[in-house]
């Protein structure tokens, strides 16, 4: 028996924006990377292993934000962040603000089993990466023309693209694209094993034309990312300022082990009822140890995909 369950960002995804062609495209890559996942869990593997290979599938496809599709800095780079955890024994690794790695969720396991820290950034994650031979590409692997736009068009308008989504679809780009003020691109995806154990990971490119090394919830465990065998791994995706100041991930795991609620409801107390009133739009992707799914999001839309215990499997934008 084995479950997983995978995001590619929530937001304001407008269905007058997504035309038959864009819509099926997300849906194919969304059920792709829960192919890979699967096969990993299918085949015996352990949820480590499936959580990182679905979330480089994801990082590899342009239409997300994370890898390859990653938005840009006001700078006009790349900051990337990625963390990962296993329920086992809560281990983590976690990188933040990386330039060049192309798959920073496979660095950040590195960071947890080659290193003695849960955590490192910028140009000494970087080095990390080179003297553990991870894999770098440059400039123009990363170069998506529509987050070039995007962040041309955030430029111009001296504005940081906050993950709440503030802001409108430019004029110049095509009205059958999704509004990018208003989509949060971050992917993610947890699960359980035959084993019974669970494993998340997450991974983002953070806020189009950033600046300061800003970092959001996705590196941050107990923020963006959590594992506990004990009671669920979560992997979230949202307005990251609002999930770090309500340690969202892990509060739904203390809901789970000290007020005995059930996955959905402590995901449904957060979600809706904390985040909402202060205005943290987003969502999240969640297992127990039962490997029980809950998907739950506060936003018009979250790109998502599952596979249920019971064999069950979905793909869902709405």
């Known amino acids: 028996m084995f479950s997983l ?150 430029k111009a308008a001296g504005r940081v693209q906050l993950d709440h989504g503030s802001g409108s679809l430019p004029a110049s780009l095509p009205a059958s694209l999704p509004d990018p003020a208003r989509k949060m691109g971050t992917v993610g995806a947890v699960a359980r094993d035959q084993y019974g154990h669970l494993a998340a990971a997450t991974s983002t490119g953070g806020m189009t034309n950033k600046r300061w090394g800003r970092v959001g919830d996705t590196p941050l465990i107990g923020a963006g990312t959590w594992a506990d065998d004990a009671t669920c791994a979560v992997s979230c995706t949202g307005h990251g300022e609002f999930f770090i100041r309500y340690a969202v991930a892990y509060d739904i795991a203390c809901l789970m082990e000290y007020r005995g609620l059930s996955l959905a409801e402590a995901c449904r107390v957060v979600v809706h009822d904390k985040l909402v009133p202060v205005g943290g739009e987003g969502g999240l992707i969640a297992v127990d140890a039962l490997g029980n799914v809950a998907l739950p999001f506060n936003s018009e839309g979250m790109y998502r995909a599952w596979r249920t215990a019971a064999g069950e499997e979905g793909v869902a934008i709405y």
């Not at 995804?13 to 969304?30: D, F, S």
């Not at 900051?79 to 955890?85: G, V």
């Not at 529509?146 to 962040?151: C, E």
Request: contains cysteine; aromatic residues 6%.
């Open 5 to 154: 369950a995978l995001h590619g960002g929530a937001g304001t995804i407008a269905r007058t924006a997504l035309t038959p062609q864009l819509e099926a495209a997300y849906r194919a890559a969304l059920t792709d990377a829960l192919a890979v996942g699967t096969a990993v869990l299918g085949g015996g593997g352990a949820a480590l292993d499936a959580v990182m290979a679905t979330v480089s599938h994801l990082e590899d496809c342009p239409l997300f934000n994370a890898g390859r599709g990653a938005v840009f800095t006001h700078d006009g780079t790349h900051e990337l962040d990625a963390a990962l955890m296993t329920g086992a024994d809560r281990r983590a690794g976690a990188v933040a603000g990386v330039t060049g790695v192309r798959n920073p969720i496979q660095l950040a396991r590195l960071v947890m089993e080659r290193s003695e820290h849960v955590l490192l950034a910028g140009v000494g994650a970087e080095a990390f990466a080179r003297a553990q031979g991870a894999a770098f590409a440059g400039p123009d692997y990363f170069h998506v023309a529509l987050r070039h736009q995007q962040w041309l068009e955030a």
